[in-house]
């Protein structure tokens, strides 16, 4: 592809990403708010341009991976007329359905190719280029961008229009967190009749009830590790999104609602930048 491939977000998720199209051969024009993030992808020969205005004059295609829907209106909006025409850009954001559709209505206005396109995976899968990306958008734009989302991802799977992979990324995180607490509550309720960490964990994850993500983390919980793969801060921010799109469709959701309590009560407890299964630590310290 000699597309000129820019990419806007350079966090935890982002710089594994773009990190991997540049394994792939791509030749990338970044953009980051603390340049530091960037160190890696630099040395590697990414182009560092000043400002995100000067990435899109530059680029054929962007992908952005930021962290919320007012960071991702605050950066991209206001440079919608300096893409180049018929630009394509992949939001890989987690956003809630609704703004994803006002970015693709505000796209077309200016002739820009929009497509929704968040990632299911933390940080091991965005290193491994194992993401599975949840797509929304036009059949042609989706194709033009695969040979992309192959770099970094080992699935992508075609949801519909626009605001359908937003949608999916809504449920999905939903569940993450809903199950994670979940667990934790059954945890502190187990060691308190009696029951030892390791066989409580031994056992639940043995059982269909369990979902296959808490094996996953169990040694995080089991050695209090909680350096961030999925800040539970976003998680938070995820679960929030989740109970607006509900509102908007007209659900009631009293147990995401709850969930979202929980760890609105954990990030304003000072734990939002460790990662999302410090939801234990939280309610062990109560």
Known sequence: MNKKIGFIGLGIMGSRMARNLQKAGCDLIIYNRTKEKATELLKNGALWVASPKDVVMQSDILITMLSTPEVVQDTITPILSSFKNDALWINASTVNPSFTEMMGTLSRKHNIRYLDAPVAGTKGPAEAGELLFLVGGDSQDLAQAKPLLDCMGKKTIHLGTIGKGAAMKMLINQLLGQQMAAVAEALMMGKAMGLQEKLLLNVLTATPVVAPVIQAVRP???????????????????????????????????????????????????????????????????
Do not use: R
């Not at 050695?223 to 607006?244: G, M, R, V």
């Not at 009631?252 to 939801?279: H, M, R, V, W």
């Open 220 to 286: 995080k919980l089991e050695q209090q590790n909680y350096e961030a793969n999925f800040p539970l801060k976003w998680l938070h921010k995820d679960l929030h999104l989740s109970s607006i799109s509900a509102y908007e469709v007209g659900v009631a959701t009293p147990s995401l609602n709850a969930t979202k309590e929980l760890y609105a009560k954990a990030t304003q407890d000072g734990l939002g930048d460790l990662d999302f299964t410090a939801i234990y630590k939280y309610l062990e310290s109560k």
